[in-house]
């Protein structure tokens, strides 16, 4: 049968995935499934401040030319993950003062938009600017710029690539919650305002064990009645290990709720997954004793998840 990239191509649909500069380098196979299958990829890591700037002024874009020349050759567009962010961020922009900080984003934005305008489709702009219970997170960003930060990052980004689509992207934004409604309400005060912004970024990480967001469809409904566009840009549905059939099972019904939501809503034009095969992902990193969160398996073998999203696309 075909791949998912033939099939969301043919109905005008991105799928991509999250892309990882060592195996991508090292692995035959990894390159393979993540060539023949997603038309748009996301860089993990290599995007993020600490990579790109990791010394005020001094920039590497070493492995974020490694996957734009990696997607150019395989006709896959460009996701840009993420420019303000308070992870992955070096201590040195975190201690610098108010005014001297709005200068290093403005200068961050400048050149790592700049470099790769034209080529890349959409940013995440700004991320998990958010805390659960829907105020704004108190990161250093906050602490020092307040809310404006925000404003200033969309506009920066604007001029430094009028052509990319500019997103804000969070997690645990898929139902309609506290968090959710916080960031449906910054977006229309932001639009009011006349701050460029272009897309909502659903990250999407899930877990079977948490119940599936019922309402995910009526909530990105709600951000596209705002004039945005609307993404799940980081899907992966962890389990405890071991796997056993049922719950790949279950994890199969998440997929498949995802993009029938996803594919039921005009604005939805994004899919990507948070790495593609299990061999590769942050989840048992980060939740001891979960993972198998991805399609495939660690040995590139396709899982029920994987058919769920193929047949929905293929639908
Ligand atoms: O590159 C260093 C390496 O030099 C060092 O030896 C090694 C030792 O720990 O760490 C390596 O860096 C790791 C990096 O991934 C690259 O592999 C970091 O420790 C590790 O923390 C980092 O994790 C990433 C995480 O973001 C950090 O915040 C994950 O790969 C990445 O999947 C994850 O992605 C985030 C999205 O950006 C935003 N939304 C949530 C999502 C999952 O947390």
């Not at 020349?69 to 567009?77: F, M």
């Not at 840009?233 to 719950?247: F, I, Q, Y």
Request: charged letters at 20%; hydrophobic letters at 40%; a neutral charge.
């Amino acid at each position: 049968s075909q791949p998912l990239r033939a099939h969301a191509t043919a109905r005008n649909f991105l799928i991509g995935t999250a892309v990882a500069t060592g195996p991508l380098s090292n692995e035959q196979a990894y390159r393979d499934t993540l060539n023949r299958e997603f038309n748009t990829v996301t860089a993990e890591n290599a995007m993020k401040w600490d990579a790109t700037e990791p010394n005020q002024g001094q920039f590497n874009f070493s492995g974020a030319d490694q996957i734009m020349a990696s997607a150019q050759a395989n006709g896959q567009t460009v996701h840009g993950h993420t420019l303000v962010w308070h992870n992955q961020t070096p201590g040195w922009v975190q201690n610098l003062d108010a005014n001297a900080m709005r200068t290093a984003i403005r200068n961050h934005i400048n050149t790592v938009v700049g470099r790769y305008a034209g080529r890349i489709a959409s940013w995440d702009v700004v991320n998990e600017v958010f805390d659960d219970n829907g105020g704004m997170r108190n990161s250093f960003w906050y602490q020092r710029l307040g809310e404006s930060y925000i404003a200033d990052a969309f506009r920066y980004a604007r001029a430094a690539d009028p052509n990319a689509k500019l997103c804000i992207n969070d997690y645990n934004v898929e139902g309609i919650n506290n968090k959710s409604t916080a960031m449906y309400n910054l977006v229309s005060r932001l639009r009011g305002q006349g701050v460029p912004i272009d897309c909502v970024g659903i990250q999407g990480h899930l877990s079977i064990q948490y119940g599936f967001p019922n309402d995910l469809r009526q909530n990105m409904e709600r951000f596209a009645a705002l004039g945005v566009d609307v993404k799940i840009t980081e899907l992966d549905v962890r389990m405890r290990m071991p796997a056993d059939s049922n719950k790949l099972a279950t994890q199969a019904t998440y997929y498949r709720n995802v993009i029938d939501a996803c594919l039921a809503v005009p604005r939805c034009n994004q899919l990507t997954v948070w790495g593609f095969t299990d061999k590769y992902s942050w989840v048992p990193d980060t939740f001891q004793g979960e993972g198998a969160a991805l399609p495939y398996t660690e040995n590139y073998a396709a899982k029920p998840a994987y058919q769920s999203l193929h047949d929905a696309l293929a639908r």
